[in-house]
Every structure is written in structure tokens, then in C-alpha cells.
């Protein structure tokens, strides 16, 4: 006969599996009532002060942390030593050589090399504050094969560092860049920052370089780095601001550049760090037109001279107009333009302003033209002693601005004409503005 659930479910026996489950969850049960107990207990006592909400919470935060699992141990963190460069195939000498430690002091650490000459000895170094980080203060050599030695101390236990070695790339061709302005000079306001290279250099070596290298200045300055045509000497870049240096700038350049690989150029062998300062704003003024040449300096006119310049007819013999730099200075020349009937010519008071052989000079020859007529061969003519003032005048890096004649300066001028160049087309000749 059937029966229905209704019916049944009062003589069905339960599983016998199923009842410690009963059990624990009667004990529960029981357990939570306890403590619910409690807590209208404590509820109670804090009614009075206005707690109850708190007190309650207290309680069942109690309760439920009484059914978690224990607190657990935090996990070992391992104490590490690591050292850089790591062993292994040979590296390049430059990035910090370090040793470091994540627990504990250093104590003695020293990197000692060995090189393939048979020279070497320690790094000069030093600790970290914390005593946990040892770093090199020198760079390292070529061709070096460098260990560390010294103690790692953890608690009251000394422990050696391991003889970690590795060696330093010996290259088959060194390279060195050199820059055009000595370490704590003076220069003019229109001076370049020149890094030259005895090697032409690719594109890509070319980006490698310049992203090592900055200027600094005690005042804000807006400039940039163009790469300028290779010539038969190397590659060469060249720093100018937008506008004229301000006067009394401090300028610091530095280039990490020891131990980049430049690809067929080779390897480079020196870091640059060069500061200087920048003088007072002398310009000299020189128009073709007037015959005649002023000097202004800080916006006062200091001297004036009568001048002839290159012969106008001929365009081979034209001063050419443009910012010209004065680029060095000679009390005795020799001139030579064999072309035009003269060979070791001598000169006196010459104040060289472009490679393509323009001088600011005295000239007794020409005396009876300066300062009505233009006769030299691209020259500025002077007289004796207006040259020597003049000679003592100027200084490297002061700008010549040249107007009226017929020719500009160009590249074809020699190196310095960095100013004859819009400074939009200077920023596109930065190797970094490349696609």
C-alpha cells in the first residue's frame, strides 16, 4: 500500500553517517546561544552609557575569532647576497660595480683587478649608511678581471664574501672623445660646446652619445645638440644655446661616456666633465659697408676702429656675413694664398674668426683703405695698433657679427658656423630627432 511523504517521514530512520554532523551542529547551536547570552548580558551592563552597539560588536568579534583557525607564523623571508656586475662572459666597464646584502653589515669589502698587464689593485669605494650596500666610487678599467673580498656579518656570526669574479671586455679598437673648452675657463657668450670624435660614427652611435651627455646651468638656458657634416678628421657635435650664452652663466657638461661600444669606432675610453664660465657679452660689429668695425660689451661700445674688408668684386676674396665666433688667437701668422701671388706671408695681432682663413688683423699695407675702401683678401685689415688693442679685446668664443657683403658664411666656411643655422633645422640635427 502507498504511502505518502507525510505519512512516511515520521518512521524514517536516519542515515547513522549523519549524526555526529547532528551533533556538532547541536553544539554549535548550544554555543552560539552561550555567547548570544552574553552578549544581551554585556549589552545590558552598556546600556547605560550608550555602548551597547560597541559592546555587542566586541562579543561576536570574539565569538568568531574563537571558531578561526589559529594565528599562523610569517614566512622566512631568505637573507640574499648579490653582487654586480654577476660572472659570466665579460662586461662592459661602466654601471655601478656593488655588492649587496639583505640583512646584516658589510664589513672590509674590497673589488680588487687584476689586469691583463699585470696591474691592478683595490676600487676606492664605500658603504652604504645602512652598511648593507658597498658601492664603487671609481670607474673600471679594460680588460680587468675583478674579485671581492671582505665579511658579511649577521648577528654575532662573520661569514667571508665569496670570491665572486668577472672580467671587463678587452676591445680590439679604444676611441676618445675630446671637447673644445678646458675645465674652469672663460668663454664667450656665442662659444660652441664642441665633442669631436677621430672616427666617422654611425647613426646609431651617434644617438649612443648624445643620450649620455648634459648640460647644466646655474641659469635657464635653452639649447641642444647638432650633429655637424663629417669631415676628414671625424664626427663632431656641437651644444649652442638659442640665443647668445647670458653673461655670467656657470656651465657644467658631462658625458658617461667610458665603456660605450660605438660599433666600428670602437670603444670610448673617457667620461667628459668639463664646467666653465661664460663672460661678459662683447660683440663685435663688423659692417662691410661702413669700413669700419665696433666692439660692444654689455651694451656699451668700448672700442671702434676703421677696417677694410675682402674685395667685393671678387667673390672669392668677400667677407662672408654672418655671426663668425672668434676661434683663436696668434701675435705672429703666416698666410698663404698661392692663387693670388703670396706664400708665408707674415702677420702680426691675428684673431682667427673661421677656418676659411678670415683673421681680424693688422695690415700696415692696407692702412690707406681701411676705413674708406675694401681691399683685402677676405680679411679684416687693421692698423698695428688698432689690431693689438683689438688682439687684447676679445677672447674665444666671442661673437663677430659680419653685414653688408655679398656672400654669406656656410658650411663650406670652416667649423664654426653654428650661428648662421635657423634653430629650428639646428634641433633637427640632433642625432635623437632622427626617425
Known amino acids: 500500500m502507498s504511502r505518502s511523504w507525510g505519512d512516511s517521514r515520521g518512521r524514517h530512520t536516519p542515515d547513522r553517517r549523519r549524526r555526529p554532523v547532528r551533533r556538532r551542529t ?6 552560539g546561544l552561550a555567547v548570544l547570552a552574553v552578549l544581551i548580558a554585556s549589552g545590558s551592563m552598556a546600556v547605560a552609557d550608550g555602548r551597547i552597539g560597541e559592546s555587542i560588536a566586541r562579543g561576536i568579534s570574539s565569538a568568531v575569532d574563537g571558531f578561526g583557525p589559529g594565528p ?39 673589488l680588487t683587478g687584476d689586469g691583463v698587464d699585470g696591474e691592478g689593485g683595490p676600487v676606492p ?18 680588460a680587468t678581471t675583478y674579485r671581492w673580498s671582505g665579511t658579511w656579518v649577521i648577528g654575532d656570526e662573520p661569514r667571508p664574501l665569496p670570491e665572486d669574479a668577472f672580467t671587463t671586455v678587452d676591445p680590439a679598437t679604444t676611441i676618445t672623445g675630446t671637447m673644445n673648452i678646458r675645465d674652469g675657463g672663460t668663454v664667450g657668450v656665442a662659444a660652441p660646446v664642441v665633442l669631436s670624435f677621430p672616427a666617422s660614427l654611425s647613426d646609431e652611435a651617434k644617438a649612443t652619445v648624445e ?12 639649447g641642444g645638440w647638432a650633429w655637424l657634416p663629417d669631415t676628414a678628421e671625424g664626427s663632431r657635435v ?36 668639463r664646467t666653465f664660465s661664460i663672460g ?16 660692444i660689451e654689455d651694451g656699451k661700445e668700448i672700442a671702434r676702429y676703421d ?39 707674415r702677420h702680426h695681432w691675428a684673431v682667427r674668426i673661421s677656418n676659411n682663413g678670415e683673421f681680424i688683423h693688422a695690415n700696415p699695407g692696407s692702412t690707406y683703405a681701411q676705413g674708406n675702401s675694401n681691399v683685402s683678401h677676405g680679411c ?42 635657423p634653430w629650428e633645422d639646428w634641433l633637427s640635427m640632433s642625432a635623437l630627432a632622427r626617425p
Open 280 to 295: 661678459p657679452t662683447r660683440i663685435t660689429r663688423a659692417d662691410t659697408q661702413s669700413h669700419g668695425i665696433t666692439v
Open 125 to 142: 669605494g664605500g658603504l652604504s649608511p645602512d652598511g648593507r650596500t658597498w658601492t664603487a666610487t671609481a670607474p673600471l678599467d679594460y
Open 380 to 421: 679684416i685689415n687693421l692698423s698695428t695698433r688698432d689690431a693689438q688693442e683689438y688682439f687684447g679685446l676679445v677672447e674665444f668664443g666671442d661673437p663677430v657679427e659680419v653685414v653688408g657683403s655679398s656672400q654669406p658664411l656656410t658650411e663650406r666656411d670652416g667649423d664654426f658656423y653654428d650661428w648662421t643655422i
Open 26 to 31: 547541536l553544539a554549535t547551536l548550544l554555543t
Open 238 to 273: 656641437h651644444y649652442r644655446p638659442r640665443e647668445y650664452w647670458p653673461s655670467g652663466t656657470e656651465v657644467t657638461v658631462r658625458g658617461t661616456l667610458r665603456g660605450l661600444d660605438l660599433g666600428e669606432a670602437g670603444w670610448v675610453t673617457d667620461d667628459v666633465d
Open 211 to 222: 643620450e649620455e651627455l648634459t648640460v647644466e646651468t646655474s641659469a635657464p638656458v635653452e
Open 307 to 345: 677696417a677694410s674688408y675682402g674685395l667685393e668684386s671678387d667673390p672669392r676674396r668677400v667677407t662672408r656675413s654672418g655671426v663668425h665666433v672668434v676661434m683663436a688667437k696668434s701675435e705672429t701668422v703666416y698666410m698663404s694664398n698661392p692663387d693670388y701671388g703670396y706664400v708665408n706671408e
Open 72 to 110: 599562523r607564523a610569517a614566512p622566512a623571508v631568505p637573507v640574499t647576497r648579490s653582487t654586480t656586475p654577476r660572472p659570466g662572459p665579460p662586461v662592459a666597464p661602466r654601471g655601478p660595480a656593488q655588492v649587496f646584502v639583505t640583512d646584516g653589515t658589510l664589513e672590509g669589502v674590497a
